[in-house]
């Protein structure tokens, strides 16, 4: 039964992500140009070798508007129990993400990682160990099994969703989880950005990705973001100050939302390298107007896909490490991927309404290009 | 029914928790000394005017050794809506404590603090958020409730208990709120400390409290431990390496607990001094012989019930702030109540028999005397 | 003769300043629009009532351009020796700042901030300590005098400047010190950053500010940079690429540089809170284009004005703290004042030849507006 | 002239320091027993390969008591250059270090650390690099030298040494530099540590070392201490309250000092590591008796030898990690080795009068090993 739940959980998943992925445009497409060097395959976080994203989108009836997604950094195969060096870096801490305190002393991330809503976090959390220990059975001398600290964040969906109604099941971890494949990313309503607000437009996932020349190493590196926060007068557009001349539908008052990202990479970072990539998604983040406002919960999580050894235990364990002197491309490389991922997020999200008839606009492309058009800042797409 | 549950929850509590705080024998009633001044009245986290703790304790069958304990800052009255400033400090991060990112941002403790075990703090978790909208329910333009990001640690009970069986259910949460209370506090195999194990006895809660001199502010600093860690060889009571000589039922290998240490105190503190509050608590472990091994979960938080105002979002908010210049007396305090809450838990705890007939020892009262009397160091109780 | 050097090195300083400050162009002369509310009566850091400035310029034959910078955070008169709240954040840490561990332990700035370069932290933060033993004699008893952790950080200027000669001397603390004023500001080529690099150009000292609406509190917020950071196609002005234009100059290779971040605030904010403002700064100056680079020095420091009596050291002292929840219009000011800083420093500095003949170009003014005005981004100056 | 003053420096410190090394008692010799594993052939720092000490002792006339000790983690000759993986940990940061924003950010220790007093940072920092510029001297390029951003750090030794007279020079820095060797490390009133005061006894310069047994990978692990920190009644020696019980010629009032700890390991640990080895330091100077008071600047810093190339910047770099399940002999090691190292800067400082004919007694050897015996706490030498 429960295989059954997640079968179709995941296979919904796959249907409504689909063409959303294939034939919606993306920023690019519109014409919107970036900084900072050139996106990978899919421009997106599984550009990054091995890493899997899975969505699980609830929407049902008037009211349900949530879901979740998980990153795994190295796939969903035997190869999820290896760690990955990680760090993590919070803008602005008003939000939650389990599992930091281990990610900062031991410099792992261990497991996937799972975006949700506010209120899912406990059940989501939880439901990580028993797949674990489903899938790995803890030793009978009673060892702990592997992801025993599972890393689980969030952002407030509570203005289309009925968040204080759970929504989110064990189940649907399991299909996240067992759905996670690499290739194109579904963004915009979707996952844990189902009912997302992103400077008072429709928000949500976003992705986006850069590829480093030969002579910096021709690494990887991908950003994965659940979009969530800021106010419509902050919000640039390719450095545009869009949000002042676009005020259709603009909430009033404060900041409630917040922002997730997620930086993955295949150069060889250790830890404290790690910290100093997350820490950068910030200056991304500015590009796009944010001003990390008090209520929003900034928190943001890099990994490596390097050093597939780092996990061991017996030993010691042969390590590659990038020059902090060769990180600058990297640094360009998540600034840019961040904002483009914002704007992905933005562009792909869709009109809604959800829980008490609340409607938020997605953000109008014609307005948009038209604005970056009379700024001399629209490229061919 | 749920009241009900919650009712019998809070009984069962009560009763077992009765005896071992009133007749039995605490670390100083066996005449183990202590530094730093004299504890309240007490002897207890709740000698801070306010502070309530309730336990539930899950004591079923042959492998259920669990339960949770909750710490209010504030009373279970109207009063615990109001955050207190507040602070954390990772000796060794092996561990969850959630809530973390948002204290250390905001400075605020909003809500109550769980101890329980670490498979459980996802249902506690979103079961602290289920349990404040019931009582006080977001208003309807969509607002959050308080205690939206609760604070749920955990430490490792899977050697007596049946862990990966989830046993902490919601209708707990309920129960420890509603049962927590001031006065004498249960100490050993209670609550979040049932099942838990300290340098190789049997551990769990306890508890310390430290009045400081009228020169000195006559303030109040109460220590709450849930103690899950260390190994035998490394246990020091009252300087004396006792862990040496009581070699009876050691279990091999390395560590794989941990220790949560609440500290409370109505001196008023600002949120960067009760990091340093929550700092000194790792030198009060030290003193039990701790090395904050590399598996234990070492997550400390302070906070101060003064300053009632911190949590008002109107104007501007007085405060009294006491000098760092005068912080010395607190620092001996935390250090000196952290040494013997420790040393209480290890007092009140019993052997135990649960999960695959595992059986853990408690300190033998006798022994530890005539170890301590052997080296100068026994005190008239 | 100490004080006639000092006497003369101010008087120095002040013809030098004057001109800058008074007749040339600042970045809104020029119609550059910024972003997050309108500026104090200065647009400098000085609108914060108290703060004063002092710079000390030192161009000298061919090879020395270099000087230094004092912010007294309380004024040059007998209330400087009273402590603020403060905080620092390192955005990255490729630098040095004297005085960091104490700031973060106790939450204070306790005397003035000294920005010099390099190689000259050392005698001026020795320097400081004898210029407060001097006018504050330490009592007979041993006592320690105020002032004893001083605060000195650094930009390179080995471009321009013959850093490895010492140049900067006790002396020119003085003058700085006892120069220091309210007022306009000089930016550009002058005190710490006489000889420094900002995206190509020449860059050095900026200054901007923001007060915020009555209704936000009317708090003032100002904001000092030393630029010495960024590389030439990073460069944003008004959101418009325009370092992606203007290559005129621009030198090759990696970042070498660094920059100095110091917000000042009249709004009566605990030490967290500041670390949170000085945490923003660095989303203002993502907004000029900077990632941050490995070599870069990014150390940012944050005070309050409010609440003289943080430093007391007897009995209980009374504070006021402006809600968490009323900081938004705070985050946004430091983030508009931080890029209007930068910018400001570029527009002000002026062409410079130095060390080994090298020359580093100004910011072209005519060419930067044509920018902005093909791109729509030319406002009204 | 230089040379010859660094050379009678040098000498003088050789000549002071030889008695001490060699035929004075040292806590062993008297029978102290110690916790955690053997030491290395020297029980000093300089047991992990590599690593020299130099010291600089100045004792002039009535007032001057004070001096510098550099550590050289890879020694004085061209491997000097090469940076070590590090890491900085402050338990109570009133003190100053500079270098820390580096060590943070980097994860690198890039050349030597040096103790002194604390109106001599200044100097000598800006010494260090002098000495880099002379002996590497810059490209002509205008590149940095090495050591661009020296670890210089300090405690107050203002009770003895008239502090407010500069009597540190860049002279002795390079005396230090230059004089630095292998083998056993002078104690007590040498170096740095020649005018320190250590819970009211005299204090100054202790050493102490752990070698890991062959199944914990054999590592060494040495520390170094520059112990100014600490109240009389705080003190515990082998876990016995000494300091309630001596009582001759305690200093009355608050703590005023401060302890630098420096911890070296040929273990291959990363930087984030090494933060947890700096971090257990204060585990074991809590076994001191020390709460950290106030006034007590505790600055940690930890280094480690192996893995030669961390500082390359080309490429990337091979690198060996030992896992974080292997760190827990290390953890042990360090607390060890620190509690060891402070109670050897006890016992070989010897009783001091110096500025203001103040004196400072030392710590009697016979009443403590009486106490010690009482206690069943003295062992055979």
């Known amino acids: ?51 899997a994203v899975g969505h699980v989108t609830l929407v ?33 801490g008003n939000g939650e993400m389990t599992g930091t305190e281990w990610i900062r002393e031991s410099g ?49 969906d509570g203005t289309l969703n009925d ?37 008072g437009f429709k928000g949500g996932i976003g992705t986006a990705s850069r590829v480093l020349a030969a002579t910096a190493g021709g690494y990887t590196l991908g950003v994965l973001v659940q979009a969530n926060h800021g106010r419509r007068h902050q919000l640039l557009v390719a450095g545009v100050p869009v949000g002042e001349e676009l005020r259709e539908g603009a909430p009033p008052g404060e900041e409630m939302g917040s ?16 910290e100093r990539l997350a820490r950068r998604a910030a200056l991304g983040l500015a590009r796009t107007g944010s001003v990390a406002g008090n209520g929003s919960g900034d928190l943001f999580l890099a990994f490596s896909t390097a050093n597939p050894r780092v996990g061991e235990s017996e030993g010691t364990v042969p390590l590659t490490m990038l020059p902090n002197d060769r990180m600058d491309a990297l640094f360009e490389g998540v600034v840019g991927a961040t904002e483009e991922a914002i704007v992905n997020a933005l562009v792909a999200a869709r009109t809604m309404t959800g829980f008490r008839r609340r409607t938020v606009t997605a953000l109008p492309h014609d307005r948009l290009r038209e604005l970056l058009q009379r700024h001399g800042r629209l490229g061919t797409p």
Chains 1, 2, 3, 4 share one sequence.
């Open 163 to 199: 968040i204080y109604d759970p929504h989110v099941r064990p189940e649907h971890v399991t299909a996240a989880l067992d759905g996670a494949t690499g290739g194109p990313v579904a963004e915009g309503n979707v996952g844990g950005g189902t009912g997302m607000v992103c400077y």
């Open 108 to 156: 792992l991330v261990e497991g996937p990682i799972l975006l949700t809503n506010t209120n899912s976090v406990g059940v989501v959390r939880d439901a990580v160990i028993a797949y674990a220990a489903r899938r790995w059975p803890p030793k009978p001398d009673g060892d702990w099994t592997v992801w025993s600290l599972p890393i689980v964040a969030e952002t407030w």
């Open 1 to 51: 039964m429960r295989a059954l739940v997640a079968l179709a959980a995941a296979l919904a998943t796959t249907l409504a992500a689909r063409p959303a992925a294939v034939a919606d445009p993306r920023a690019r497409d519109l014409g919107i140009p970036f900084a900072f060097g050139r996106p990978g395959a899919w421009n997106a976080i599984t550009d990054v070798p091995g890493v």
């Open 259 to 274: 922002i997730l990202i997620v930086v993955a990479t295949d150069a060889p970072l250790l830890p404290h390298q790690l």
């Open 60 to 92: 049902q009836g008037d009211s349900v508007r949530t879901g979740l997604t998980a990153i795994l950094p190295r796939g969903r195969g035997e190869d999820a129990t290896r760690p990955c060096f990680g760090a993590v870096f919070a803008l602005n």
